[in-house]
């Protein structure tokens, strides 16, 4: 799973920026449409691995082994990804299982605030000692919409939300914890 291999069936266009009014950025999402999917508690435990992200996220809504590839650039960031939803239990387990067999680049505890809008997904996110950031992912599935309208929709949501190019990142939550 690379960027310049096929797709895939999971294609996401991500920007990742830092917020420090998420109830203004809620108002704004609520105003536009977008629907709330519940506030989660996670734990996402980051694994070494030679190339892209592996990890186990542990929720009271999202569970899943996610494998992702993007750059660590600001703006828009086209990812590929590889997610196998699981079951509370399963993921506890799947974590145990690499944790025996590989290092722990580092553990993200969060509470997580999701709302969709169509096929975008919004995270308003309260990372533990890290801060409060707002995150877009415009999602593709079995390659719809392309790779172009994904970074349009995100460019837009952007744009809705007044995020201001100096606050956008790139890094995962776990490279900002300098892991």
């Known amino acids: 799973m690379k960027l310049d291999d096929d797709q895939g069936d999971r294609f996401n266009a991500e920007i990742k920026a830092r917020c420090s009014r998420l109830d ?31 990890k186990v996220r542990e929720g009271t809504i999202e569970n899943a082994l996610i494998a992702y590839d993007r750059p660590v650039n600001p703006g828009v960031r086209p990812a590929a990804v590889v997610l196998t939803p699981l079951s509370p239990a399963e993921a506890a387990g799947v974590r145990e299982v690499l944790e025996a067999a590989l290092p722990v680049r580092a553990r993200i505890l969060k509470t997580r605030e999701i709302l969709f809008a169509g096929n975008v997904k919004f995270h308003l996110d309260r990372v533990d000692g890290l801060g409060t950031f707002l995150e877009i992912e415009a999602q593709s599935r079995a390659g719809r919409p392309a790779r172009e309208a994904l970074e349009a929709q995100a460019e837009e949501w952007r744009a809705r939300l007044g995020l201001d190019a100096r606050d956008l990142l790139g890094p995962s939550y776990s490279e900002l914890t300098g892991a």
């Open 24 to 54: 203004v950025a809620r108002e704004i999402l609520l105003t536009n449409g977008a629907v709330p999917h519940g506030t989660d508690r996670q734990t996402d435990t980051y694994f070494v691995v030679p190339r892209g992200c592996l």
